[in-house]
């Protein structure tokens, strides 16, 4: 008879297993579907498109974002671009008042209030039929915004396109590992996209149509995730989102743990809680596979990763316990121990099958997320060591968000 | 918007998922089988050794001690202990493991026997523990009790240590039980030249009782001999 705990964890398994697969079999369906385009793309008609760059103290990196913007293959007179200082402390203010003498650049001063005020407040000066923001880490491809502007041209009921983002000249050991997820990430978005069921609408450029700021009202906190929200609240209102993978998007990324560890808590935190907020929409299928694989998706994974590391927690502890008992009893006593191979003691239990399957299916998915992305069939070392250090740290993240998220604390947006 | 639910994918995706459990169930109980096989291989390999060194004995004994059968067996029997203890905690608790467990004690009482005998009457210098212990209620004494004896052994290679789980259903072991009085409320259990030592005992006294007991000539440990300029 099977215990409680080793029932959970074989749950666990299938459902982890059950999501891999899902992804892989929506791939197989619509493989011949996924378009990488090269080269410049037209459009029929140019519609015009306001992209809001908030910033709060991103001296560093805003010229370069701005520059991205500004060397768009998009008629210059069809494209809006507003700058809008978010109280920043540093010299951002200094950078972006030198963009000011482009006659499509509009720069904007607010007391810092949070990204999704500086969002806002350039959703009430925009005039334009379409809208975006682009995070001021982030820089675009010159291909990206006619790229996505081409799934509106071609489907009337899309109401946002999000792009591929990947990792911006990844100089470290932590950075490249993020660039493999970041990969995988492409890969499960396209794949979501097809499904219709995008539960995020991320910060580095995502257009949407005016007309869904207008059904739906402004940005909101959103637990400081207000891509997350505002993409729940569409698949709440059933619209559709889709995912243009040839739209690239190069973003900053942390370079120590320390930082990765920020902020990935806030991106915790918000999926934790925007899951709360929109539990109503859970497993009703008026919302489709929003409601039916993404969302519990995520609480899949929060349980796993959460499950995972009790076990880990419980089984270093007992092994802990045991070596203090042996010390009791023996003492310290080194003996080179022999270390000979033997094969019989390899674990052959079945999870080590199912998690070295599903371990395949990510790799899978970083391969073709860059081949998405790169436009290369390649593997990296990077890819494998993304399990240790993700299932090393994430944990913490996880952990914390739920504690946090039990005591209603937010936290720092980085 | 496409919220149309290919219901036909879920249940698909649902098959697949399932096929690829039943093929791990499959692969990993074939690799069980597999070790299984392999354990009866050394208990059937040990026993035979056994068979033989006992017809051996019977046969010298008559003329000399010079050629007895070396003793033997220790090296073996305790590699085939560690697999089936980490059998028993990684394949479960089968009906296969618990019989090749039984099939493990017959062979240690049979060498113990066997070990015995040659040390009496050829006067060969060997020690010798029985150790009973319990894996059931999770006894911390005994965790001690066998880190202490592991660390005897790689001590005294000539120091023999037959180890019984006390729940071993085994008419042999429960004669042994018997013999020597032993209950679970016990355990753990040293018997050392007939004496019955119940409970934890430190490595200082255990190593004692081994030296003076026995007269067992002390090998020096390899680690000091390295160590020593």
Redesign the interface.
């Known amino acids: 008879m099977a215990s409680i705990p080793s029932l959970v964890f074989y749950v666990l398994i299938f459902l982890s297993v059950y999501v891999q697969v899902f992804f892989f079999v929506t791939f197989f369906e619509n493989r011949k579907k996924i378009v990488i385009r090269d080269g410049k793309t037209k459009l029929s008609r140019y519609p015009a498109v306001t992209i809001v760059v908030p910033c709060f103290n991103e001296e560093r990196t805003v010229y370069k974002t701005v520059r991205s913007l500004l060397d768009l293959n998009y008629p210059k007179d069809k494209l809006k671009i507003f700058l809008i200082d978010d109280g920043s402390t540093d010299g951002t203010w200094n950078i972006i008042c030198h963009f000011e003498k482009y006659k499509n650049v509009k720069i904007f001063h607010k007391k810092n209030g949070g990204k999704y005020t500086a969002l806002n407040l350039g959703l009430e000066h925009s005039e334009t039929d379409f809208f975006g923001g682009l995070d001021a880490d982030s820089f675009i491809d010159s291909e990206s915004l006619v790229r996505i502007m081409s799934y509106f041209e071609k489907d009337e009921s899309v109401m946002a396109v999000a792009p591929s983002v990947t990792v911006h000249n990844p100089r470290n050991f932590i950075q490249n590992v993020q660039k493999e997820e970041y990969h995988m990430g492409v890969y499960f978005k396209k794949m979501l996209g097809f499904l219709g069921a995008i539960s995020v609408t991320p910060g580095p450029l995502t257009i949407f149509r005016k007309k869904v700021f207008d059904d739906l009202g402004p940005y909101r906190h959103g637990h400081n995730s207000e891509d997350m929200e505002i993409a729940c609240r569409m698949q709440q209102n059933q619209y559709k989102i889709e995912y243009c993978n040839d739209a690239y998007v190069y973003t900053s990324t942390p370079m120590t743990i320390k930082n990765l560890y920020k902020q990935r808590l806030r991106w915790m935190y918000g999926l934790i809680n925007n899951t709360i907020d929109y539990k109503g929409v859970l497993f009703k299928k008026k919302y489709g596979n929003f409601a039916l694989f993404t969302l519990p998706m995520g609480i899949i994974s929060i349980a796993s990763v959460s499950y995972l590391f009790g076990r880990i927690v419980y089984n270093f502890g007992d092994f802990l316990y045991s070596k203090i008992i042996i010390l009791n009893a023996i003492g310290w006593r080194f003996k080179m121990t022999n270390l000979h191979f033997d094969s019989f003691f390899i674990n052959t239990q079945s999870f080590v099958f199912l998690v070295i399957s599903t371990y395949f299916l990510v790799i899978f998915a970083m391969i073709f997320g860059r081949r998405m992305t790169e436009g290369k069939w390649r593997f990296s070392i990077n890819m494998i060591y993304f399990f240790p250090v993700f299932s090393i740290i994430a944990p913490f993240w996880l952990l914390k968000a739920i504690y946090n998220t039990i005591l209603s604390r937010k936290p720092d947006w980085r | 918007?496409?919220?149309?639910?290919d219901w036909k994918?879920?249940l698909?995706?649902?098959f697949?998922?399932m096929s690829?459990?039943l093929?791990?169930?499959y692969?990993?109980n074939y690799?069980?089988n597999k070790?299984i096989n392999?354990l009866k291989s050394i208990q059937d390999k040990i026993a035979i050794d056994i068979l033989s060194s006992e017809t051996q004995f019977s046969l010298l004994s008559e003329l000399s001690c010079k050629n007895i059968p070396d003793s033997i067996f220790s090296d073996q029997l305790r590699e085939l202990g560690s697999?089936l203890e980490?059998s028993q905690s990684?394949l479960g608790a089968t009906d296969e493991v618990s019989y090749l467990k039984k099939y493990y004690a017959l062979l240690q009482i049979k060498d113990y026997l066997l070990a015995k005998k040659i040390s009496t009457r050829c006067g060969v210098k060997s020690a010798f523990i029985l150790y009973f212990y319990k894996t059931l209620d999770n006894c911390?004494e005994c965790?001690?009790?066998w880190?202490?004896l592991t660390?005897l052994r790689?001590k005294y290679p000539k120091l023999r240590v037959y180890s019984f789980d006390y729940s071993t259903d085994l008419s042999a072991v429960s004669s042994m039980l018997r013999i020597y009085k032993i209950k679970d409320t016990m355990l753990p259990v040293f018997v050392i030249d007939d004496d019955v030592l119940t409970g934890?005992h430190?490595?200082e006294e255990l190593e004692s009782r081994v030296k003076e007991s026995f007269k067992l000539q002390e090998t020096k440990?390899?680690?000091n001999e390295r160590s020593s300029p």
């Open positions: 918007m496409n919220n149309n639910i994918k879920y698909i995706v649902f697949i998922t690829l459990f093929s791990a169930s692969v990993s690799f069980s070790k392999q697999k980490w990684n911390s965790q001690k009790a880190s202490v660390s790689d934890f430190s490595i440990p390899i680690e």
